[in-house]
């Protein structure tokens, strides 16, 4: 079935350190892609999102191009900031219209001052 | 619009009683998710619903769970008789079958102890 793996954590970082997190993907289809990003005591909140190969989803200095000859969707930013500190999730649309996304298990960033 | 609401936000409760979460999905939303986050085994999806009609349960771990939708815009999670293992953070979260980039957007959690 369709699979999401991303990198383990957690990610500790300094301020204005450049960030990659890397998420892969298995599915049979073309899924649309997601991250999603967790704040202490949240929900899940949509980051970006992309949904065709070659695509690039952005928001708040983070990206992510959708690679379908390497099935990744790699989150980065140039500069991470204190308040990016958070959970982030990579995740796509199973296969069939059913709006289920499968998740991947989350990326703990931590980011020091 | 508010976003989705759930209700309550944070639930302590003995092992043994009953304990029901609520969500109210975004108006307009045709898909609803019920997930369990906890550290050992992540957010998984226990049950989604289409329309008010449940189309996979397959992630309900038990019988003890049991989730309805009545209406557009009320659901529920029920769960009885309770165990401590069933401490987590629930999260409701709904979606647009009509939106075809098929962002879920999630309410803020219930966070659930049992003791």
């Known amino acids: 079935g369709d699979s999401v793996t991303q990198m383990e954590g957690p990610v500790t970082l300094s301020e204005e350190a450049f960030l990659t997190i890397n998420c892969t993907y298995t599915a049979t289809g073309y899924p649309s892609l997601f991250w999603y990003v967790q704040y202490p005591g949240e929900g899940l909140q949509l980051l970006l999102k992309?949904?065709?190969?070659?695509d690039k989803g952005s928001n708040k200095g983070f990206e992510a191009t959708y690679r379908k000859e390497t099935t990744s969707f790699h989150l980065e930013k140039g500069s991470v900031q204190v308040s990016d500190s958070a959970v982030y999730f990579c995740?796509?649309?199973?296969?069939?219209?059913?709006?289920?996304?499968?998740f991947g298990t989350g990326t703990l960033l931590a980011v020091q001052p | 619009d508010a976003g989705v609401i759930q209700s309550p936000r944070h639930e302590v409760t003995e092992m043994g009683q009953e304990v029901t979460l609520r969500c109210k999905p975004i108006s307009g939303h045709d898909y609803l998710f019920w997930y369990r986050q906890t550290m050992m085994r992540g957010l998984e999806l226990l049950i989604y619903f289409n329309n008010n009609v449940p189309i996979d349960d397959s992630g309900m771990p038990e019988d003890r769970f049991s989730a309805k939708m009545p209406n557009a815009s009320f659901s529920t999670l029920k769960i009885q008789p309770s165990e401590p293992r069933d401490s987590a953070v629930y999260f409701c979260a709904s979606s647009l079958m009509l939106d075809i980039q098929e962002t879920q957007y999630f309410g803020p959690g219930t966070r659930l102890l049992v003791l």
């Open positions: 992309a949904t065709k190969a070659d």
């Open positions: 995740a796509l649309s199973e296969a069939g219209a059913t709006n289920k996304l499968i």
